[in-house]
């Protein structure tokens, strides 16, 4: 009998993944649920393991293809009487893009000068730093003249670090662009005119990754999708900013995790949501889906300036200390690119901070399929009108923004402000023995 492998669904917003690896070979023996191949998806990477043992028949994708979901990538024959030839299905291999890049290979080498090759090629094939660099690369690499040393400077944007034809083209350009700039009278630059032409100005141009492409696809379809409206508020912290000075220490070395502000946050937005449960639904066509359980998303600003947004779910079951573990370890594993598949799925509200990168306050887009997400600005200290037996007073209070973003599809102006205005309120009354030390 012969198996047939799918593309897996890694998640519910995933319509495709890109084979990074395949670990076995046409003709290789493989046991059930020992890995056949690596995945990569624009939320994370993922081994698939064999559905059955038997021996593999066909691989009808290569390298870097990027595959649909449901759609057979590869045939497993359970016993050894079984072969392609006898096979009732049909399957149609598309063009694969190792193909592209071996033509495109072969007509670069075509135009290297052979006394650049003599000179280059044995720096470039081998890395004294072990890297390893594709063929289109090395190519590309002798063209320009690039040598060893100025290759593995290079920082790459592939799996592992490793540099792609873009990476390398990309800094072709920018040296170049760099050469240009230098070589400029800066006089010249001043006397630009409207309808200049930039093009002969060189500048550069870069695709964007897969992970970009997927955030900016996710993105302008939330906006075409939902009907974002905003409220904001002003929340005095000043006492949790007192609580945390106070006792950060203390839970630092009791728990060996960081007292910060997010989980504080995020526990005074379950407990409002609670009260407000319609800003833990999601819309369906004309249905509402209410969820029973709140799976809080975190966003996470990642160092190649990608966005994720790992889900603590049903974090309405856990204490402050639970949270503050959860958040802490989402955040490694995102940053070291070690989430899983689940880790990613079925959150039901978002919190997102641009508050740590100093920005006073964010209008976030909301994160489908959820209808509402709230934004964490930066705290500031500043002048505050407050009223005492004794008149009006001004004093210094930690103050920061929130800004609620949600679907008025669903969620009305009064029902948001009403949410947002008990997140405040909770907040501004916050329990401090929720933080035990």
């Not at 495109?104 to 072990?130: H, N, Y």
């Not at 995790?257 to 800003?279: D, G, H, N, R």
């Not at 880790?343 to 959820?370: A, K």
Request: net charge negative.
């Amino acid at each position: 009998m012969i198996v047939d492998v799918l593309m897996p669904k890694m998640g519910e917003s995933i319509t495709e993944g890109t084979i990074v690896e395949w670990k076995k070979s046409v003709g290789d023996t493989i046991a059930k649920d020992e890995t056949l191949l690596e995945i990569s998806t624009d939320k994370v990477d993922s081994e698939i393991p064999c559905p059955t043992e038997g021996k593999v028949l066909e691989l009808l994708y290569d390298k870097n293809d990027t595959v649909e979901v449901d759609t057979v990538i590869a045939r497993i024959g359970t016993e050894e009487s079984d072969s392609l030839d006898n096979a009732k299905t049909e399957s149609i291999k598309p063009e694969s893009t190792e193909t592209k890049d071996v033509k495109e290979v072969d007509k670069i080498i075509e135009e290297v000068p052979d006394k650049i090759i003599e000179q280059k090629e044995i720096d470039i094939i081998e890395s004294k730093q072990g890297k390893f660099y594709s063929p289109l690369v090395k190519s590309i690499a002798i063209k320009e003249g690039i040598g060893n040393d100025e290759l593995n400077s290079i920082i790459g944007s592939g799996l592992n670090g490793r540099v792609n034809k873009h990476d390398i083209l990309n800094y072709i350009e920018m040296k170049n662009k760099n050469s240009f700039d230098s070589n400029q009278n800066i006089s010249s630059a001043a006397s630009l005119e409207v309808g200049t032409n930039f093009e002969n100005l060189k500048d550069s141009v870069e695709k964007m990754d897969r992970v970009r492409i997927k955030i900016a696809e996710h993105m302008v379809n939330s906006k075409n999708v939902s009907a974002h409206v905003y409220t904001t508020s002003e929340v005095d912290v000043t006492s949790i900013v007192n609580l945390r000075n106070e006792k950060k220490d203390a839970f630092l070395s009791k728990n060996n995790i960081k007292l910060t502000y997010t989980p504080i946050i995020v526990s005074a937005c379950i407990k409002a949501i609670q009260e407000f449960p319609l800003m833990n639904a999601s819309i369906n066509g004309t249905d509402i889906v209410h969820h029973q359980n709140i799976n809080m998303g975190i966003a996470v600003a990642l160092p190649d300036n990608n966005l994720i947004v790992p889900v603590i779910k049903c974090s309405e079951e856990k204490n402050f200390l639970g949270l503050s573990r959860s958040i802490d370890s989402y955040a490694k594993k995102a940053r070291s690119n070690s989430l899983d598949a689940d880790d990613i799925f079925g959150s039901t509200f978002t919190v997102t901070n641009p508050g740590i990168f100093g920005g006073l306050f964010g209008m976030p887009i909301i994160n489908q399929p959820n209808v509402g997400i709230l934004s964490v600005g930066s705290i500031e200290k500043r002048p505050v009108v407050k009223e005492t037996k004794y008149g009006d007073a001004v004093f210094v209070r930690h103050m920061l923004y929130l800004t609620l973003g949600y679907d008025h599809r669903l969620i009305d102006g009064a029902y948001g402000t009403k949410f947002l205005s008990r997140v405040k309120f909770l907040l501004e009354n916050y329990n401090n023995d929720e933080i035990v030390t």
